[in-house]
């Protein structure tokens, strides 16, 4: 055994696959509001072989599972405290293993159940009062959670979260909902079709253009609850949700203030820059059975669990389909609509469609807004501030506690 004193045999090392680097980012983005510890996520990840997403969700898998374990442990002893932090974490974990788990397996749907019942376990040993619910919607139930700073039911502002593509409720507690709770707010956390957490309990509810509508079954129960006041109303779209957003806040005047982080009216043009193309030629024009038949040194794992999980949401056989669909995900006039103060929140290093969509945007609306580009200098230029999410919180909660002061 050598003699030498040494700091740590830990390294700070991403992956040079881009989309998992990314992912890592994201799940450590989060440890400041407490879903996920710094070492315990780079220990998984320099096991996993960059750029496989099978083990990604094989290896967060297992941390989720040996933490549930120490969960559930301390629980039984009376240590709410560390159960509430280690079920959070836990939560976040088997999160970060359904993402990259193979959807065709039943372990996918696994992962997801486990980190809805993680937060379900940690939710009453928080200090807000957090309310687990169903949102009635079309004959189901919208997966939601109603956040409470204390049991004080005196109407207060209140801000509506959704993420977007692949966010859940239970991710956007870390993202945002824990910071604006401590500054006072009412949260409520929801999704609707073609999400993540709605897919896990109604596999054929899938993504739809016109989201004004079930954004307006939010709305209605929200404005039903005697602790929300109806003029300090806002809703924050994270990432797709940046789309879902604008789009019900143009048919939605209940809306009183609007953040869409990231700002996107037309998510056809929005995903043929992020994809590098803006039609499907022929031999690539796979369904997802068709694919998964090919090895993976014609088409990536990665590629293969891509192409799954667009089909599966979207509700398409193929991928021409899907980028037909697209087509619908626009916004158009209806933009004008939107009256209310909005801010529009962009991260330098999301390249240039993302930027000429808030431009686009902020010049659409007929309220006042304006537009926070985060900066490499700050630390935060990435997709919705994964790499920064306290300054994030601090420009979006700032602006509103203005707004509705």
């Known amino acids: 055994m050598s003699s030498k004193v040494e700091r740590s045999t830990s390294r700070v090392r991403g992956f040079d696959d881009p989309e998992m680097d990314f ?44 933490l549930e374990e120490r969960a559930r442990d301390c629980l039984r002893k009376g240590h709410r405290v560390s159960a509430r932090e280690l079920f959070l974490r836990t939560s976040n974990y088997y999160r970060a293993a359904e993402y990259y788990a193979n959807p065709r397996l039943p372990e996918h749907h696994q992962f997801g159940m486990k980190a809805r019942e993680c937060f379900h376990q940690a939710a009453p040993l928080c200090r807000e009062v957090i309310e687990v619910l169903g949102i009635p919607f079309e004959g189901n139930s919208l997966p939601a959670y109603f956040l409470r700073p204390d049991a004080d039911r005196s109407p207060r502002k ?25 500054r006072g707010f009412n949260v409520l956390l929801f999704e609707g079709p073609g999400q ?47 789309y879902f957003a604008i789009r019900a806040a143009a048919h939605e005047p209940r809306i009183k203030a609007l953040i869409p982080n990231s700002p996107i009216i037309d998510l056809h043009r929005y995903m043929a820059a992020f994809l590098g193309f803006d039609a499907v030629k022929a031999e690539e024009d796979l369904t997802p059975d068709e694919a998964a ?10 590629d293969k ?26 916004v158009g006039p209806a933009l004008e609509n939107i009256t209310c103060p909005t801010l529009a929140l962009v991260g330098e290093g999301e390249g240039a469609e993302s930027l000429a969509q808030a431009r686009e945007y902020l010049a659409g609306v ?14 935060a230029d990435t997709h919705c501030q994964f790499n920064n999410l306290s300054l994030s919180n ?7 506690d203005e707004l509705f002061a």
Request: glycine share 12%.
């Open 158 to 182: 209140t801000l509506l979260v959704i993420s977007g593509f692949d966010g859940t409720a239970e991710e956007s507690y870390f993202q945002a909902g824990a910071a604006a709770v401590e």
């Open 23 to 66: 992912q890592l980012m994201r799940m450590l983005g989060v440890a400041p509001y407490g879903g996920a510890a710094l070492g315990e996520c780079l220990t998984a990840a320099r096991r996993i072989e960059d750029g496989n997403p099978w083990a990604w969700a094989r290896l967060f898998g297992e941390l989720a599972v040996r």
């Open 196 to 242: 993540t957490g709605t897919l896990r309990l109604y596999p054929d509810l899938t993504f739809r253009p016109d989201y004004e509508v079930p954004v307006r079954a939010v709305i209605d129960y929200t404005l039903g609850r005697p602790e929300v006041d109806p003029g300090r109303l806002a809703l924050l779209g994270i990432s797709f949700g940046g």
């Open 394 to 400: 601090h420009v979006t909660l700032d602006w509103l």
């Open 293 to 302: 038949e090919l090895p993976d040194d014609v088409l990536p794992a990665a």
């Open 366 to 379: 007929s309220g006042p807004g304006q537009l926070y580009q985060f900066s490499v200098a700050e630390g």
């Open 305 to 330: 669990w891509g192409l799954f999980n667009v089909c599966r949401r979207f509700g398409v056989p193929r991928l021409s389909a899907y980028f037909e669909f697209l087509k619908q995900f626009r």
